[in-house]
């Protein structure tokens, strides 16, 4: 018999959307993967490809989810925004500690199950295409993009993609265009016009990809995966900064680095503890 949705179901609902909405916009961090953990990513997918059965089940949880991902994704803008202005390199090596905290986690997802000659296949192209076209942007064409409608609604897009499909974080591509930070100075001064350019993004997105993905990863897991995880890893070697104030900014950036890492192990470690428990409760 299904449980009453109560108030404790709705605190919990809207504290799952704050974090989920944090981890859309925080680097290192995926809103698909949040959504997974919280065993909300199952209902999601569903609601998408298949509204007419699962709009009825799961109606009275999306108010909740929908006011906390706001809140989660307006009010770290802030944060990060102000960060940024304190200092950009330290900020990024926190964020590429993060990034790479969460590798571990990615690859052991990757391979849940097994690793084909195909899946390292997706992962060597993947990393090849990604690290040389945001190479080649960042660095030898030095090409720094002016913000506008088209680019902020490929930032929608790229959030969409983070929802649509778990380990997929999309602030390290922003990064290597030059589009995050002037992003979150927008949402963290509550420009709603420039959310409301980005937001064609990810609607579009989410629609077309919803059922696409979905199938995707039921038929090549591995390989859909081991591409991501390419993804991952050339957007963040590309995001590495180069330019420093003095030895001081280079070594707090180690230690923010050392600590966004072993953050992101923690948690990592915390997933696996509840994921566990949830396991158990189903056996049960």
């Known amino acids: 018999m299904r449980k009453p949705y109560g108030l404790m179901l709705w605190l919990r609902d809207l504290l799952c959307g704050i974090l989920i909405g944090a981890g859309g916009i925080l680097p290192g961090v995926s809103g698909g993967v949040l959504a997974v953990v919280f065993d909300l990513y ?6 998408l490809t298949h509204p007419r059965h699962a709009l009825p089940k799961y109606w009275k949880r999306a108010p909740a989810l929908a006011i ?3 809140v989660g994704f307006m009010g770290f803008a802030k944060c990060i925004s102000l960060a940024l202005d304190l200092s950009a390199s330290v900020t990024v090596w926190l964020f590429i ?6 590798l571990p986690a990615l690859f052991r997802e990757a391979g ?18 990604m690290y040389a076209v945001l190479f ?4 030898v064409a030095a090409i720094h993009v002016e913000p506008n409608f088209w680019w902020y609604n490929f930032c929608g897009a790229l959030w969409g993609m983070s929802i649509i499909i778990p380990g997929m974080t999309s602030s390290s591509v922003m990064m290597a265009l030059d589009l995050y930070e002037p992003l979150m100075k927008n949402l963290s001064s509550l420009n709603f016009w420039v959310l409301g350019m980005a937001l064609p993004g990810i609607v579009v997105t989410v629609v077309l990809l ?14 859909a995966f081991h591409g991501i995880l390419g993804i991952v890893i050339a957007s963040t070697l590309v995001i590495i900064p180069t330019v420093y104030t003095g030895a001081g900014e280079m070594l707090l ?5 050392a600590g966004g890492f ?3 192990l923690f948690l990592g470690k915390l997933d696996r503890r509840i994921f566990g428990k949830q396991s158990d409760n189903t056996e049960a």
């Open 112 to 129: 849940e199950q097994g690793r084909s000659r195909s899946a390292w296949v997706s992962l060597v192209f993947s990393f090849g295409v």
């Open 262 to 264: 072993f953050l992101a």
């Open 136 to 139: 080649y942007m960042s660095h």
């Open 210 to 223: 919803a059922r696409l993905v979905n199938w995707f990863f039921g038929k090549h897991y591995a390989v």
């Open 97 to 102: 500690g993060l990034i790479v905290g969460t």
């Open 68 to 70: 906390g991902c706001v």
């Open 42 to 47: 199952r209902p999601f997918m569903e609601v």
């Open 253 to 257: 950036s180690a230690v923010c680095c």
